[in-house]
């Protein structure tokens, strides 16, 4: 006999039947009928070729191989009913890993306020920050190596996605370029030369910036690209070449790295982030949690 071969539901009436050592009271247990109770041990006696239980007074009483039975079906169903079904979700408690996937404006900006949330909320928790080429390799929501993205919203099956703010967009120089500081014209700004940010090189990237560029009737060269703004805004603080960065990352690097932004000709253009799951995760109450606490740090003022 194999146990893909067995009616497990067979094992839940010797269970129920050991732990009452009746029938009658077994059947009222699993809601079924006395016979129902005797059929079902007729079936496992002749499968395991033993008795199970003997008449005893009024009673009955388990065989030694019953017996030996008995332990190891009442750990298994015990470790099924754990998994199976859930505990009430206890923030204080709740020691899972949640993966965050952001770009650096997030990790320089909202990830610290995250943190301090989490010590409050989630006290017994890890947070895992991973960036944006991290959560393509891992293979994006759908595995499950990442939780929560906050970023420009993507497309597939089975995601959810929340819009959270919006922020600007800031052409930044350091604080000695040659560059006036009055409106640069369309001319002017089209004789700089840029750092573009490019967080998952050779994946379909569309510069977002190329039809802000040409409403102003200006070229955008790029002499260099970088995979975050952070680096951007180091390669922009000690050289000639200027680059678009999010207001939060600028109003952050500002000061320490002598940055300065530039009065341009530009049309505004604001940059949506939004909060994304797998529908995976969508039901799950410690996730849930946890995306409150993405979605309360990244609204904040």
């Not at 909060?275 to 740090?297: G, M, Y």
Request: proline share 7%.
């Amino acid at each position: 006999m194999s146990i893909q071969s067995l009616d497990l539901n067979l094992l839940v009436v010797l269970h129920t039947v050991l732990a009452e050592r009746n029938v009658a009271r077994a059947a009222a247990r699993l809601h079924v009928t006395p016979s129902a109770v005797s059929n079902a041990l007729a079936r496992l006696r002749d499968l395991l070729q033993d008795p199970l239980f003997t008449r005893h007074g009024r009673g009955i009483a388990p065989t030694p191989r019953a017996l030996e039975l008995e332990p190891v079906l009442a750990a298994a169903f015990s470790e099924l009913e754990r998994a199976v079904v859930s505990a009430p979700f206890d923030a204080a408690s709740c020691a899972r890993t949640f993966t965050l996937a952001v770009a650096d404006v997030g990790q320089v900006v909202w990830v610290p306020r995250l943190a301090k949330a989490m010590q409050a909320e989630l006290p017994c928790a890890t947070l895992r920050v991973v960036s944006i080429d991290s959560l393509v390799s891992l293979g994006d929501l759908s595995s499950p190596e990442v939780d929560v993205h906050v970023g420009v919203a993507g497309r597939g099956p089975g995601l959810h996605v929340e819009p959270l703010r919006q922020e600007p967009s800031v052409l930044v120089a350091r604080a000695g370029h040659p560059t006036p500081r009055r409106k640069l014209t369309a001319a002017a700004l089209s004789a700089l030369r840029h750092v573009r940010v490019e967080m998952v090189p050779g994946k379909n990237y569309a510069d977002p910036f190329a039809a802000v560029f040409a409403r102003a009737k200006a070229t955008r060269v790029v002499a260099l690209s970088v995979p975050s703004f952070s680096a951007a805004a180091e390669v922009v603080a000690q050289t000639d070449l200027v680059s678009m960065l999010p207001a939060p990352i600028f109003a952050a690097k500002a000061e320490a790295l002598g940055l300065r932004a530039l009065v341009t000709p530009l049309p505004a253009h604001r940059t949506r982030f939004s909060l994304s799951w797998h529908q995976r995760t969508h039901t799950d109450p410690a996730a849930r949690a946890f995306r409150e606490l993405v979605r309360s740090a990244v609204c904040a003022a």
